[in-house]
Antibody, heavy 119, light 110 residues
Framework: QVQLQQSGPGLVKPSQTLSLTCAIS??????????WNWIRQSPSRGLEWLGR?????????EYAVSVKNRITIKPDTSKNQFSLQLNFVIPEDTAVYYC?????????WGQGTLVTVSS | QSVLTQPPSASGAPGQRVTISCSGS????????VSWLQQLPGTTPKLLIY???QRPSGVPDRFSGSKSGTSASLAISGLRSEDEADYYC???????????FGGGTKLTVL
C-alpha cells in the first residue's frame, strides 16, 4: 500500500515561491509504472491538475498550461520523494495542494496541505 | 469552468438508486478511461472507480461505473447516509496533455 506524506509551509507571501515535498513509502519514485502528480483544490477552481513527473528509462515532466511558466516538479531518488515549486504566487494560488500517485490512475493521495497566499 | 460536465447536485432517499453523469469530448472521455473520486466532508478525495468500471478493493459493489462514447456515469444503489459526499469524474485529456476533472456533484441522502 502506497502512502504519501506531505510537508511544507501553509503560508506564502505574494510573489514568493510555494514549495512542498511529498515523501513516498510503499513504492519507489523511480517506479516504471507510477506517475507522481500534484493536484490542487479550491472553491473557485475545483480540482486542478498541476503536473507530474515519472520515470520510463529516463525522467519526464508534464505541466498544466495554466502554470507551465511557474512550476517545477522534481524527483529526489536519494530520499524517495518528489517536490513542487510554484514561483511568483498570487492570492488565487490559495488552495489545498495534494500529491497523488497511481498506475494510470489517481489512486493514492497525500493528506493535503492548505497553502494560503497572503502578505 | 471544468473540462468535464457534471450536475452540481443529486439526491435520493435511503435504499434508492442514484446516477451521476459526466460529459466530456473526443479528446478525453472518448479516448481514455474514466475514474470517479469520492470526497466525504472534510476529507481527501478517494478513488472510487477506475478504468470506467473497476472498483479498488474495499469499495462496495453498490458503486458501479459505465462509459459510452464521450459520457460516463456513476451509479450508487442501496443509498446510505454515509454516501453523502462530493463525487468527481476524472480522465486524461490527450489535447491538453493533462488530467481533467468534472466540477463535482454534491450527493444528498434525503
Amino acid at each position: 500500500q502506497v502512502q504519501l506524506q506531505q510537508s511544507g509551509p501553509g503560508l506564502v507571501k505574494p510573489s514568493q515561491t510555494l514549495s512542498l515535498t511529498c515523501a513516498i513509502s510503499g513504492d519507489s519514485v523511480s517506479s516504471k509504472n507510477a506517475a507522481w502528480n500534484w493536484i490542487r483544490q479550491s472553491p473557485s477552481r475545483g480540482l486542478e491538475w498541476l503536473g507530474r513527473t515519472y520515470y520510463r528509462s529516463k525522467w519526464y515532466n508534464e505541466y498544466a498550461v495554466s502554470v507551465k511558466n511557474r512550476i517545477t516538479i522534481k524527483p529526489d531518488t536519494s530520499k524517495n520523494q518528489f517536490s513542487l515549486q510554484l514561483n511568483f504566487v498570487i492570492p488565487e494560488d490559495t488552495a489545498v495542494y495534494y500529491c497523488v500517485t497511481g498506475d494510470g490512475v489517481l489512486g493514492f493521495w497525500g493528506q493535503g496541505t492548505l497553502v494560503t497566499v497572503s502578505s | 469552468q471544468s473540462v468535464l460536465t457534471q450536475p452540481p447536485s443529486a439526491s435520493g432517499a435511503p435504499g434508492q438508486r442514484v446516477t451521476i453523469s459526466c460529459s466530456g469530448s473526443s479528446s478525453n472521455i472518448g479516448r481514455d478511461y474514466v475514474s470517479w473520486l469520492q470526497q466525504l466532508p472534510g476529507t481527501t478525495p478517494k478513488l472510487l472507480i477506475y478504468r470506467n468500471n473497476q472498483r479498488p478493493s474495499g469499495v462496495p459493489d453498490r458503486f458501479s461505473g459505465s462509459k459510452s462514447g464521450t459520457s460516463a456515469s456513476l451509479a450508487i444503489s442501496g443509498l446510505r447516509s454515509e454516501d453523502e459526499a462530493d463525487y468527481y469524474c476524472a480522465t486524461w485529456d490527450d489535447s491538453l496533455s493533462a488530467w481533467v476533472f468534472g466540477g463535482g456533484t454534491k450527493l444528498t441522502v434525503l
